[in-house]
């Protein structure tokens, strides 16, 4: 079996993050601004070290995080909005490989023809989610980018609302209001069934961010809590940055990811033992010379390898936001640092993967570049299947083969057995025509034929519908909460 | 002149307890608080600020100089009052509601003391009740807002709308900054101006006073 993989910290370092991430929630506390999170951790008997208007500080024991880390699920599986009996995702224990899914919450689209960044409507989101509904490295959706034709207090459940209607693959998503959360648990409902079927097969993840430096806000929190209770799979991102939001040494921001990550635990786990998290975050390491969060950045990566690692350790569901990159357009610097993200991340163990199509410090997303990224996914998809020993012997053909008689093993049995399947095969994206052919097609770069595929795509790919009557549920849902903050028509 | 060169060096330097030490001693030699401040500090912070912009220094050395000056300004402030000169502008500033990343705004604020801005800052989470009220009872020359993440950057055109609705929009330039933020989008929203970082948005809130 595979042996590909990365480990950056050994035994020890990793045992000391984890036992300097005690110390910290049990000397310098986190700030819980929800009520509810505040009334499960005194519940627990944890000590309020100060209270203010904003919130209360609360001093986590070791032994509660301990207990914790016990009833939370060693893996959390995805099913596909049809409910078939197979997951789309396994991540945890039972992971057999590392999945993708499009980098999320985009404020701004890349357009191709007008090569201008603008901002997203509905027909942009639509047609990313198609576009990712058809490529077959990428594993599940999420609501990529916040369309800016509707009211933003519905911007959120109005996202989810587009991709499920768009796609049959599961979805990790997230909210921006207090009230988004029910209006979008009824539409994963609406699908579903009911809020058992649900449970038993989860369609959607949703992204939980503490604010750093430890802190949990309102919004967030009640999302968390929301998820336990309902057991629907919520993913901490923890995103500290590197001297100016966390400390500025890579072990240091590692610790007070462990720390933030560990307080969301405890919170999950009290709300409702064995409420399904998974281990993620998105940290970065910052630009003391730009002042800006690169997700590029090698040391960002490290630090994502390290916190996957720790969440292995530990035994749970792993995610990271890698594989994106903090160029403005689909160029070089975006394959460059997109490739080594998804590679590093694959190697790392992370299960699920939220980078393809990201650009600008995860504030824009390009039709393109989740084109050109959906190779990288597939390669480092590869990467980690490894070297097998596909036969025995391993090179048959040198030992039994007539190699004498002909000169190559294009047709020997093996190769007919192996070619296809020991092989990634990349789309059209990747160019491996010899020059003149390269020439007579156009002599196009990666970026053309990407916008090429993109538009095929585009013209071909039919989503499978929904069944009607889901499909009028989740069309009455939306227009419910349309029409409450006074939107009469969809767009 | 030496101790202005060494006010500026110290200043440039980061040398916080050296810049007011100086400044003091400036003063007591009978220096003007003007001319200790336009002959020496502004220079200090303007070179730094081109420094930064060459990539020659980094955030935290801007910032560590920025409070160099801030600290020397507030030997001179009381003075300068007495004498009626005027600040380079006020300029109230905040991140918007459910935003609690300050950072990027914390920066700018101590970018702006540091260019002789008189700065309110009205700190993370701002709603839009609290630039309005803060216009009314502090009469900036600028509101300034932040935001780090694109969700809670929507929030920001409420602020120009609750000015509005105040009668107070005229009274104010608006400028806004953050990751997530671009010029289309403050001209979109009819903001004044944008800086997509520290050191340019002193330059902007220069231009706008």
């Given amino acids: 079996m595979s042996k590909s993989k990365l480990e950056l910290l050994d035994h020890n370092f990793v045992e000391r993050i984890i036992d300097e991430a005690f110390v910290i929630l049990e000397k310098t506390g986190v700030l819980v601004e929800n009520e509810e999170g505040a009334r499960l951790l005194r519940g627990a008997g944890m000590r309020a070290l100060r209270a203010d208007t904003k919130g209360t500080v609360f001093s986590i024991t070791r032994d509660l995080v301990e207990q914790s880390l016990n009833t939370t699920p060693s893996s959390v599986k995805l099913y596909d909005r049809q409910g078939s009996d197979k997951p789309v995702l396994t991540m945890g224990k039972e992971r057999d490989k590392v999945y993708f899914d499009p980098?999320?919450?985009?404020?701004?689209?890349?357009?191709?023809?007008?090569?201008?960044?603008?901002?997203?409507?509905?027909?942009?989101?639509?047609?990313?989610?198609?576009?990712?509904?058809?490529?077959?490295?990428?594993?599940?959706?999420?609501?990529?980018?916040?369309?800016?034709?509707?009211?933003?207090?519905?911007?959120?459940?109005?996202?989810?609302?587009?991709?499920?209607?768009?796609?049959?693959?599961?979805?990790?998503?997230?909210?921006?209001?207090?009230?988004?959360?029910?209006?979008?648990?009824?539409?994963?409902?609406?699908?579903?069934?009911?809020?058992?079927?649900?449970?038993?097969?989860?369609?959607?993840?949703?992204?939980?961010?503490?604010?750093?430096?430890?802190?949990?806000?309102?919004?967030?929190?009640?999302?968390?809590?929301?998820?336990?209770?309902?057991?629907?799979?919520?993913?901490?991102?923890?995103?500290?940055?590197?001297?100016?939001?966390?400390?500025?040494?890579?072990?240091?921001?590692?610790?007070?990811?462990?720390?933030?990550?560990?307080?969301?635990?405890?919170?999950?786990?009290?709300?409702?033992?064995?409420?399904?998290?998974?281990?993620g975050g998105s940290p970065t390491a910052f630009d003391m010379r730009k002042g800006t969060p690169p997700m590029g950045a090698i040391e960002t990566m490290m630090i994502d390898c390290a916190y996957i690692q720790i969440g292995k350790h530990l035994g749970l569901p792993t995610q990271a936001y890698m594989g994106l990159s903090d160029a403005k357009l689909p160029d070089s610097q975006a394959g460059l640092e997109s490739g080594i993200g998804a590679v590093l991340a694959a190697l790392g163990g992370a299960d699920l993967v939220a980078g393809p199509g990201m650009l600008t410090f995860e504030s824009c997303q390009s039709l393109e570049k989740l084109v050109i990224d959906n190779e990288i996914c597939g390669m480092a998809k590869r990467l980690i299947e490894g070297i097998n020993p596909r036969t025995d012997p391993l090179a048959e053909d040198l030992l039994h083969g007539d190699i004498y008689q002909g000169d190559h093993f294009l047709t020997s049995p093996t190769t007919m057995k192996w070619f296809k399947e020991e092989f990634f095969q990349p789309g059209s994206v990747i160019d491996r025509d010899n020059k003149d052919v390269w020439l007579e097609k156009g002599a196009t770069t990666a970026e053309e034929r990407a916008h090429q595929e993109v538009e095929k795509i585009l013209a071909s790919h039919k989503p499978l519908p929904l069944p009607e009557k889901i499909d009028r549920e989740l069309v009455r849902i939306m227009k419910r909460e349309a029409n409450r903050c006074g939107m009469e028509q969809l767009p | 002149m030496a101790l202005y060169e060494d006010l500026k060096v110290a200043v440039i330097d980061m040398e916080v307890e050296r810049a007011v030490e100086l400044t003091k001693k400036a003063l007591d030699e009978g220096k003007k608080a003007e001319d200790i401040m336009n002959s020496s500090l502004v220079l200090a912070m303007d070179i730094v600020g081109e420094q930064y912009d060459k990539g020659e220094k980094y955030v935290p050395e801007m910032l560590l100089s920025a409070k160099a000056m801030k600290a020397a300004m507030e030997v001179l402030h009381p003075l300068l009052v007495e004498s009626g000169v005027e600040m380079r502008g006020k300029i109230a500033i905040g991140t918007v509601e459910g935003d609690l990343h300050d950072i990027g705004q914390n920066l700018v604020s101590m970018m702006l003391e540091g260019a002789g801005f008189d700065v309110i800052n009205l700190g993370a989470e701002t709603p839009a009740d609290t630039f309005v009220q803060s216009v009314k009872e502090n009469k900036p020359d600028i509101v300034g807002m932040s935001a780090l993440l694109t969700t809670t950057m929507l929030h920001m055109p409420e602020v120009i709308d609750a000015l509005k609705q105040a009668g107070l929009r005229d009274q104010v330039k608006v400028m806004i900054g953050g990751a997530p933020v671009t010029q289309e989008y403050a001209d979109k929203i009819g903001a004044d101006g944008y800086a997509p970082d520290a050191a340019s948005a002193v330059k902007l809130a220069k231009s706008l006073c």
């Fill in chain 1, 103 to 279: 980098a999320s919450t985009a404020l701004y689209v890349f357009d191709y023809a007008t090569k201008e960044v603008r901002e997203p409507k509905t027909d942009d989101l639509v047609n990313f989610v198609k576009l990712a509904d058809a490529l077959s490295n990428i594993d599940a959706q999420s609501t990529a980018m916040i369309p800016n034709d509707v009211p933003k207090d519905i911007v959120d459940r109005y996202r989810l609302f587009l991709v499920l209607r768009n796609s049959s693959k599961p979805v990790v998503t997230g909210t921006f209001t207090l009230d988004g959360f029910d209006a979008m648990n009824d539409m994963l409902v609406a699908v579903r069934g009911s809020e058992e079927a649900l449970k038993e097969k989860p369609l959607a993840i949703f992204d939980v961010c503490p604010s750093p430096p430890l802190k949990w806000s309102n919004l967030t929190c009640h999302d968390l809590i929301e998820c336990a209770k309902l057991g629907i799979p919520a993913e901490f991102i923890s995103m500290p940055m590197t001297g100016a939001s966390a400390p500025v040494t890579l072990a240091g921001a590692i610790v007070q990811h462990t720390a933030e990550t560990f307080s969301g635990i405890v919170i999950g786990q009290l709300a409702k033992p064995g409420a399904p998290l998974i281990y």
